[in-house]
């Protein structure tokens, strides 16, 4: 190689080596950004886990999140169910989020000062507790709320559906739900029997793809759970319209309200913010502002009822503060 060629190949392979440090300095400018809320590509991973009834939803979030807004971070969406998630939660290290279908109880409020963490409560969407039953059963589809709530009331002598109506078959009913891991649970214990024992001889289950297969195979079957799991299997499930005491009422996202002809049977659904981590973790906060801007585009298309502009607005402006 000439002394000419030498010279600039040298020369080339120094500006070379000057634009890709310029460029290390720009690429770590962009992730002190990130850092700090700033634009950007941010890294790192967001654990979730909690409520079975919340999990579609957040399932959905959180795919649509690692795809189309940040593929560098990485959201993992759990369903041990609410009271396990929050055992998950609130312990050191935790999970960054627990989905919820019912509010934080007080002993868990006691872990969290115990812990010296900041918990923020989100709510997501208002669900329906839907009845579900076989499609082949075609005398349960109108029911009243007590007659629901005598079938499961451990108290009561309903066994049969004769036992409710004479004319209904002298078949024993056979009683399915989610168990005491779920929220939803909780809130049919506490909500709806108000606190008096189920009966004996409900088939309890973690999972509620496995209620929906047990209805969907015995037509004396009846069980409850969140509407969602309701909607996305109405190929193998009716829902049982209520009488409140002012006409049938079909659970729908139209009659699913804490002010609606449902709303006897709507509860809110939550998940639940370590803030502290949050603080800490730029990728949990940002999945956070995520959620609630995106929140009632995704809540319809899996079986839950969005929320007011209003109440979302105010919880945004709640997270700013973490910023």
Known sequence: MNLKRFAFVSMLLLVITVIAACG????????????NGGEGELQGSVSIDGSGTVYPLM?????????????????????AGTSA?????LVENGTD?????????DEELEIVDELGID?????????????????????????TAEE??????????IEKWSDLRPEWPDEEINLYGPNENHGTYEFFYENILEKEDLKDKIDLQQEYSSLVKLISDDVNGIAFFGFGYYVNNTDSLQAVNVDFGSGSVEPSLDTIAEDGSYAAFTRPVFTYLNATNAKEKPEVLDF????????????GEVGFAPLPEAEIKEMIEELEELK
């Open 119 to 143: 918990v923020k409560e989100i709510k997501v969407a208002l669900d329906g507790l839907t009845f579900v039953i076989n499609k082949d059963n075609d005398w349960a589809r109108e029911m």
């Open 97 to 105: 989020f627990n989905n919820a279908s019912r509010e934080i109880k």
């Open 59 to 79: 399932a959905a979030l959180a795919e649509e999140y690692m795809v189309s807004e940040e593929e560098g971070v990485s959201v993992e969406v759990s369903r």
């Open 288 to 299: 956070a502002f995520y959620v609630l801007n995106n929140i009632d585009q995704f809540a």
């Open 148 to 157: 629901l709530r005598d079938i499961f009331l451990g108290s009561s002598s």
């Open 24 to 35: 290390e300095g720009k690429g770590k400018e962009n992730n002190d950004q990130d850092a």
């Open 85 to 89: 998630g929050f055992q998950k939660f």
